[in-house]
């Protein structure tokens, strides 16, 4: 994915579509709900939909033919508690369920604890399982700098193909250091992904600017057609 589009002069909320994982991880979402989510993400031309793996299957199947994406979290919201092997096992069934891209929260107490080895074979067995790109989900507020740099090193071993500042925004709102931070330390072939309550024209592009190629963000809608209330435009 290029961010080449960063320099044309056309630069209007609809052109970062594209770049955009829609995402809907509700407690309780509804059929209606999940299959309105993923045509509204087909309708916008965002980059894919993300959704609990309960409802992969019927969000492929809505899909089906658009060429759009569709993602889904492991070990998320509640990050840490999964099993490696049931991470590995959940990652192969979203993908014979139709996911073709998966985040994981990571063991990040194993890291603390110093068990380096068992945090990335957490990650290497769904990069394994899956064969999908696998985004892994840093937490990096929660993370001294030692941690965060083993993190990042020990995610590209286990061949994350993307490094995530945050989960959500209750961890972290995505901002342009965190961002920066990452794509430093990312090598050839992997790339960043921004998160944590991306919620308007200005943030977004600022976090591209920054050189996220991917922005997860439960706000598309809003930050496409520029309808937020609370940013000033200053881009
Ligand atoms: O990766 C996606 C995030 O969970 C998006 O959630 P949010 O828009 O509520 O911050």
Do not use: C
């Not at 309550?197 to 496409?224: D, E, N, P, Y």
């Amino acid at each position: 994915m290029s961010t080449a589009f960063l320099t044309d002069v056309d630069l209007r909320p609809a052109t970062l579509a594209p770049y955009i994982q829609h995402t809907l991880i509700d407690v309780g979402v509804t059929y209606d709900r999940i299959v309105a989510h993923a045509e509204e993400t087909a309708r916008y031309g965002f980059n894919a939909a993300m959704v609990p793996g309960s409802w992969v299957a019927e969000v492929a199947e809505v899909l089906r033919g658009t060429g759009v994406e569709v993602a889904s979290a492991l070990d998320f919201p509640t990050v840490g508690v999964t099993t490696s092997a049931g991470k590995a096992a959940e990652a192969e069934s979203l993908v014979r369920a139709g996911a073709t891209q998966i985040d994981i929260g990571v063991q990040i107490g194993w890291l603390k604890s110093g068990r380096f080895d068992a945090f990335r074979d957490d990650i290497a067995g769904v990069v394994k399982a899956s064969g999908v790109p696998v985004k892994v989900m840093l937490e990096l507020p929660l993370l001294t700098p030692a941690e965060r740099e083993a993190a990042v090193a020990l995610s590209i071993e286990a061949g994350a193909a993307f490094l995530k500042n945050a989960s959500s925004g209750q961890v972290e709102v995505a901002n342009p250091d965190s961002i920066a931070y990452l794509v430093a330390r990312a090598p050839e072939g992997v790339q960043v992904k921004a998160s944590g309550s991306i919620k308007s024209f200005a943030q977004a592009l600022s976090l591209l600017r920054a050189g996220a190629v991917l922005l997860g963000t439960s706000a598309g809608v809003a930050i496409v057609t520029d309808n937020v209330t609370e940013h000033t435009t200053s881009y």
